[in-house]
Structure formats: C-alpha cells, structure tokens
C-alpha cells in the first residue's frame, strides 16, 4: 500500500488526497504587467486560506483565476481534481461549485432579496422553486437578514446586501467560497456584521479563500496566511507565526506600516 503524502497545515497534517484548489506555476500578465508570478498554492478542504498583502500584489487576481473570471498564461489550476474548463457549460457548473463575493454585491436590483438567492439554484441547479425557496430563505436566516427576503436590494443597507450575496453564493452548495474584499465597500459599522458571517462559516468547515485588509479577521479565522508581494507569494504560514514573527522583510515593512498606526 502506497503511502499518503501529506502537507503539514495549521492542525497537523492533511492528506493529499484532501487537496481542494491547487494552483501550480500559474502566471498572468496584464499587458507588460506580470501580476502572478509563478503561483503555487494548495488549499486544503474545510481549510479557510487568507490572502493579503499590499495593493496591486495580484491578490484579487489570484482569487478572480480561481473560478476563472481571469485567465492564466501558463500553469495549471485544478478544482477537486478536475482542471479548470475553458468555457462554456462546464464552466457555468465550475462557477456554481466555486462560490464568490466580490466587494460590489453583484445583486440583481429588479428581484426581491429572496428571488436574487433562489435565481441560480432554479437556473443552474435545476432545483424547483419551492424548494429553492426553502433553502433561500433559511439562509437568509442564516446570515441574519430573513426578515429583508421581499425587499429589494436598493431597500438594504450595504451590510445587509453583502449578506445577501453570501447567502446567494451558499445557495449553490459551493465546495469553496471565494471572497474578493468583501468589506471594503462598507461603511465601518457594518463590516462587522459581515465579517461575523463569514467567521461563522469558517467555524461551519466551509473551505474559503479571502483577499482582505481585516487584520483581525486574519488573525482569528485562518488557518493559514498567504502574503503577496508583485505579484508573488513571499511567504505563507499560520496566523500567529505570521503575525508575531514574519520570516521576509517585505512582511515586516507590510506589518508595521498596517499594525502601527
């Protein structure tokens, strides 16, 4: 019998076999601009994955090529061992297995908060409305906003709209949520009550990758930081060793200019 590799993780080590999103040498350029330069990382299943880092690192690049709403150059991304596919209608059923929340909530501004969430389990997943709308409205409940579900988005507060896009995202049974700043639209007061679902999901076993500036939220809800500098990786390690006791410099200089003032 083969041995299992494994890759060590925050909680000990998590058999390969386990390996959900593995992104291998991938690289993207913009024009002249090399904004991912040999990227490899491997996220691990139930695993929550923050990715931070200066401006213009590449860190919403790197989120956005994981359901490819970007394209790579060269390299490979696998999601639960099956290459991205190119386009078409194996995508659309990638794009529901890859749940994402952007820093815009994306909601459909004609359809009430409940027909926003119901909309891609009717279309994609085939499911029929009744149900749809069960499982909509428990999550709703889920992310605190079951009384919003007849209102329109224009109605919610900003908040409240990114919980409804969390709770949209959920709806399709993701096997990874992908959040791309999902506070950095928001008013201070309200990303807490978004910050506390995602905390709560992360606590659910949800696996989840987040581009964010939430210090806080790295630090309590990863397993594992990953700093991006120009478009690399320069160092990946469990939130206290990151935050304690960065290895690169470039972390030190990131850490100190965000931490300190």
Known sequence: MSEVSVTENADGPAPAGDQLVVLDNVNKHFGAL????????????????VVIGPSGSGKSTLCRTINRLETVD???????????????REL???????????????????????????????????TDR?????????????????????????????????????????????KVMLFDEPTSALDPEMINEVLEVMQQL????????????????ARSAANRVVFMADGRIIEEAEPNQFFNNPRSDRAKDFLSKILHH
Do not use: C, W
């Open 74 to 88: 060269t390299g490979s991304i696998s999601i639960d061992g099956k290459p991205l596919p190119q386009e078409g």
């Open 202 to 217: 992360a606590r659910d076993g949800m696996t989840m990758v987040v581009v964010t500036h939430e210090m806080g939220f």
């Open 92 to 126: 659309a059923r990638l794009r529901a297995d890859v749940g994402m929340v952007f820093q815009s909530f994306n909601l459909f501004a004609h359809k009430t908060v409940l027909e926003n969430v119901m909309l891609g389990q009717i279309k994609v997943r085939k």
């Open 130 to 174: 009744a149900a749809a709308s069960k499982k909509a409205r428990d999550l709703l409940d889920r992310v605190g906003v079951g009384t919003q579900a007849d209102k329109y988005p224009a109605q919610l507060s900003g908040g409240q709209q990114q919980r409804v896009a969390i709770a949209r995202a959920l709806a399709m049974d993701p």
């Open 34 to 49: 090399h904004v991912l330069q040999d990227i490899d990382l491997t996220i691990h299943r139930g695993e929550v994955v």
